[in-house]
């Protein structure tokens, strides 16, 4: 089944604690990005990748680093946790194709104490 | 600032009747619009697209108008189904940032039996 699988589904930390959400896609595509979404504000860019080892910032990049070693995969990093990165956090995927939207994953929902 | 706005938080329908669900943007470098449809507890799902170079795209029961003049698009689905209520986020892309997509903050659409 073609899909972009992100773990763990739920996460709480405490401020401060380095953690890493994974997140792999079997489509073989090209594009991989992070979203969070917050109440009221809708899903805003974190960073996405072009292809291996081609990343860029989005909207939102701070706190936050990812990395593109292999093409199916797209971690997430925080490198020191902050109560303001409590969110639901997506990760996606798509084709090079214009018009074919991303894919998402399930969502992994953080909680930073 | 919110380039993608959808007004409306939420939304009841009878089914079998037509659910219209709205989003204005203030960007005139969007090149293509994408409605997504989101479950509790699952990632958004890619529903329909549009380019900027037409004003109506239809697939089955959902049908997306864009009025560039505007800066509106909306979705039709026509007839309503249960199954059909969930979270419906409009999404655009700019040509000059083709990596992301700028989404509304969505709108919770109820089909009522």
Do not use: R
């Given at each position: 089944e073609a899909q972009v699988t992100q773990n763990p589904r739920y996460l709480i930390t405490v401020t401060g604690k380095k953690l890493t959400v994974t997140c792999s896609q079997n489509m073989n595509h090209e594009y991989m990005s992070w979203y969070r979404q917050d109440p009221g504000l809708g899903l805003r860019q974190i960073y996405y990748s072009m292809n291996v080892e081609v990343t860029d910032k989005g909207d939102v990049p701070e706190g936050y680093k990812v990395s593109r070693k292999e093409k199916r995969n797209f971690p997430l990093i925080l490198e020191s946790p902050s109560p303001n990165q409590t969110s639901l956090y997506f990760c996606a995927s798509r084709t090079g194709l214009a018009n074919y939207g991303y894919t998402?994953?399930?969502g992994t929902r953080l909680t930073v104490v | 600032?919110?380039?993608?706005?959808q007004n409306s938080p939420s939304l009841s329908v009878q089914e079998g009747r037509i659910s219209i669900l709205n989003c204005d943007y203030t960007n005139s470098m969007f090149d293509y619009f994408l409605w997504y449809k989101k479950y509790p507890a699952e990632g958004p799902t890619f529903l329909i697209s549009i380019s900027s170079i037409k004003d109506k795209n239809e697939d089955g029961r959902f049908t997306v108008f864009l009025n560039k003049s505007a800066k509106h698009l909306s979705l039709h689905i026509v007839p309503s189904q249960p199954g059909d209520s969930a979270v419906y986020f409009c999404a655009a892309r700019s040509?000059?940032?083709?990596?992301?997509l700028f989404f509304g903050t969505g709108t919770r659409l109820t089909v009522i039996p």
């Open positions: 998402f994953g399930s | 600032d919110q380039q993608v706005k040509q000059t940032g083709a990596n992301n």
